[in-house]
């Protein structure tokens, strides 16, 4: 069993301990740091951790502390992983890794000089159907990878940090995207070099600086494609969906909205129904077991199965790192219009990538494009000349 | 932590082991009987379990067992149990109870009689789903209960068992009609007394003297109507479903086949994708994590959490022995083709039930029975005379 | 093209007129019979009706009519049909036939007799989804059928007369059931013979004598079942969906509530989005096209040309009779509470029928009666003994 | 009723003829030409046209010829368009108008200056749920519109001209991305200018010149933006899905392969189930009336009717000629990696845009930014301070 200092007392710190107090697992919170005092002396209270305390260092260095779980707003992390590394004592911490790659690359660089445990809280790559359709795509069943989209939208982030530019280091693209863009990465390969990224962004609705929806591309050196679509103007709750297209399949989930739970209600005696939910009346889509359904499960087992057989986790601060090098493209090509080249200091991947792209033969001379039946009954195929290239239909029957 | 002692070593055993070793559970299975050497000693070996044996007494007599899972077939649970109460040992066991209602109360007396703490694995009343349903309709989401339908249909069995009528008990009712009388009995009330059962059933297809195909209704002392409707001649994967009619709502579970995970594939290395999944190629519906979703998580986490905690948990032998009483009298009713009352010698619920059926008003004169707005765009409502009783329409705007 | 005498002109009327204009068809509403002056007046403006009545024999009479359109009340369509009849005159009408079997057994024998062209206007079975699903049940996609469940259910009818029992025939079953039960004979197979049926009704909410809600299981002569699921309390729109499983496949049909249109709003300007729908904010599922999806189209094309080409509609007096009798056996059996026989004087179908229930071959020994990949990699198959007649299980691999 | 020139005999003139001919529509194909004797013939034959021809002004020039409906590959577009010209025949055409925006133009001038019907059969915008989306959109349902995505996806075209980039003027762009754009324009609004296009493009499959998939980004000069999804390397069947975005709401449509059709066939006597449909057994989606839900029944509706009402219809070969355009700075942004400017000698819309972006009024002192119910049970609001313009939060209850 694990001793966790959790630092920060908020809305992710209690999705964090939720997980980490459920279904009978033997790791305490050990600690509670929070800015404020009556915020940590709540969340003590709530999850019965023994010391809380406004004092950072204090709740990072008490000797029952095996690992730190940063759920910081993103402004402090480099501070929060900097007590860490002094403090010699593994960390874990909430997405994004920093607000930028230099700050990100700072983190990393520093827990990897001081050997200290270091994982990265990218939740939705450890969601249940992330997993599955991770393992799933590894035995092959969608072929070679061609597309991978993952879309994260709703109505807009639930504390005040989120809408300050300078503190968040950005706006829906760095609150969002990063899981995007991570999601992406898994199901493509995570050691394909993402190379450059063309991306859209605006403020459509909101009274900010910064962009409140954005959409990008992001194209790795195997010719995939990796496309993130994130939105704080989206209304109807929590859009969380990915698609994959590879050459031989199609894979779409749904992490959110429609899950196999609905719900028609006049209204009375609803409360709670989902994250982000914006009604109360009519049809509802609940989610029941978002701690599951979000990834925090698996995510924690994964870090602290890891962290006490001495082995790294699925994500650590690296993965954080390459993450906020493909967020530094994507706001610059929003401002060039351009595409923008995914800047790598550390690149730990392959380094070169064959592409496999030879049709299925249809028979000795001819490769196979497709094959169709019409909606008149007709059987065709199209064919490639083997020799000439040329490209042909052909009726069958 | 507790020590579990395992009896059974197949299907359902493999689940319910997979579930207690997930996700850093303290508790450890610390010996498991089969009636059979080398699965015994498979199981052992796979879950890392120090003691088989193929002698029941000695997996359970064990000082360091501190609960009894029952995971064999149905014709050894009455024996299981009885071992279970000669050792004084507290004691779980998988649906349904008995073979009929007067071997559940056999067993039920036994326990109580023992003062042994008793549970019963109705995992599907655990689903997350089924879990945040029953909370959503306890805070009046739904209204007064009308109807509560559960289905479960797959394409049959998977040990031989089950095929036999009198090792089983029957067939495709008590197999999974156990598991829809009693998620219908969480959503109508548990206290709410289950009065008679009409059922037809009947064998389609399969090459057995037991149905492989029924469907049932039980009706409450409260007006509430139950359906379950189950077959084991189903194609297409497993269908397990909830529908709930209340006076202020409707509610749709699908615990299984679509559950936000589509995929499409030429059939190149798919695999295991979800139980008794039946095509391996073109759409397939994955389910992402069936520990979770099939409520084994939260069924050993209430089970566990009772026992260290000296209370009661959700389900207990009493359930059990309702849920097949209520099977009883539907396998009568297949035979007589009538109307059959559940016989119930123990009842703890409440014995008077009080149905409120106002209507809501619409002004001084009427109740409002209800509102349209019609293809023709005209704003209608149905009212009835609080004085006459009678009905009338009128057209507004 | 032909000349339509509609009687008739409330919600049904009009949704009939607006399939019968719509896309350039040649048709010609030329007369229009109306109880109330203004209504059959408004109707004649809104559809440029050339003649409108308050007399049902003057719109019949009139030689541009080729077809008699019965729209009206349960309680009218006697009277109806006998002034077609002496007036020598095409009729359709909508359903349900009769208020009973004796009634419709009249109408059909006095148009039989009178040598007129009979269509009854069963829309749900002319839905392009029903078409296609007995096409596709027709050349063998589900093998042989063993349950059709067709289920009704909306929060209450539109017009006043439907609560009435005596006008109506009785409620949710005579509205409703008569939809579902011609829908399973179309999947079942039109001509094996409805033997009896078991129904339970009540009035659990609205205040009226006659059931609210009921639930009905129609045996056939070949063993397959139809089933009814019908009410007037379901909160949530129109639920219309149907469920057929058969020994090679299964089908799923949603005529209504989720067709791959949906909607968030936060409600302003939604207006009318489908019919019986009961919210205009939060998530709808609006129906685009109505008169198609509910069969209207294909319905009144079958109809008008079969008159011209002379023969039989799809749906003839005939099949409404058929319907008739089946519930007034279920409303028979709601009162003895148990299987009552379905009596038909007339029947045209099968007398006798054959089940072919061998099952499939496994190898020389053996039936294959069904194969399983478990959660734990082992590939199973569950056999049958070819001479014994016993069934065991194997594992593969 | 309309007398009809059929140009072209393949698949688009197959399914056109389908609707022309359904549900008895008056209009008659009278002439049909196509390339091929005996493809002519067959045509003639299947559809009962009187005349057939592999001479093009033969079957335009004749004077039962009211329309010519032109269903020929697109390099034939211009030629056949002149031809109507020289005749002074009415012309609807087939999609995309032209293969680039300079050959549109020059068909647009040319029918304007003819002074004869044009329509353009982009059936995509007619489906029933594009209409009902339009008209609940015109209604205000989801506020002012921020995002509209149209997604075309599928396993590759049917005919080889489709793979010849000098035949078809492009891959799926130009035969994809011309529906996606028009359906984007129709709900941004299509009298709003389309100014930029960022676009990727690829050919990451097949054996070809032109680009298989690619992916799109239409700015607006209200800041809308406009996506496209095409492909044709997707597996699974057709995917042709739209999305909408809008300050008060959310709109998804999916035309094909969700619409409320599942079935689980083991393979047996199948058949065709959809356009493009990749497997026969195990899980399906058939589509029910393929003429009506890809939009050909309301399209040809509207064309005809305008056509005798002696209006323009809703699309014209100006829409067709925008699109065009559009794609044109699509091609040009997929070399140049950079957004490119729309180029449009002729704009009919919109020249001066005004974007209402005040928030909702929360207090006296603040904006409503938004607000929030959490995991943990807190009501919380973001608003602006309405002089500062800071953002805070607030915790209600």
New interface residues.
Partial sequence: ?AGIAMLGSG?IA??YA?ALV??????RIVSVYSRRTESAERFAKDYRVPVWTTRMEEAISRPEVDIVCISLPNHLHEEAVMACVRAGKAVMITKPLGRHAAEALRMLQAVEKAGIFHGYLEDLVY???S???QQ?IS?????RI??AKSRE?H??????WF??KELAGGGAIIDLGCHCVEIARTYIGKDIRPLEV?C?A?T?????EAED?A?G?V?YAN?A?G?FEV?W?????L?LRDEV????????????L????????????????A?????E??????V???L?ELGY?HMF?DM??ALEQGHQPRETFYDGYVVNAILDAAYRSARS???EPVQLEVWRGQTEVHVD?T?PDYDEHY?L??E??????AR?V?L?DKKT?E???RVLS
Same sequence: chains 1, 2, 3, 4.
Avoid: C
């Fill in positions: 069993m809305f209690r999705f939720d459920s279904h009978r697992r033997p790791d969601t249940p159907k997993l599955k359709a799933l035995q092959g069943a969608l072929g061609l597309w939208t109505p807009g982030p639930h504390s005040e809408w300050n063309m859209w605006d459509q609705v909101k009274p900010i929806h959409i591309l194209r010719g494609i496309q939105s103007t989206f209304r109807g709750g859009d297209m590879g050459t031989e399949g199609t894979l779409w989930i749904n992490n959110f429609r899950t196999g739970f609905e719900m028609f209600t006049s209204g009375k005696g609803t409360g709670y129904t994250e982000k939910a914006e009604s009346s009519g049809w509802l889509f609940p029941a077991d978002e599951n499960q087992t602290l199965n219009k351009q595409w792209r049709l490769y494009v497709k169709e039946t019409t909606h008149y009954g065709k199209i490639q290239g490209i042909i239909e």
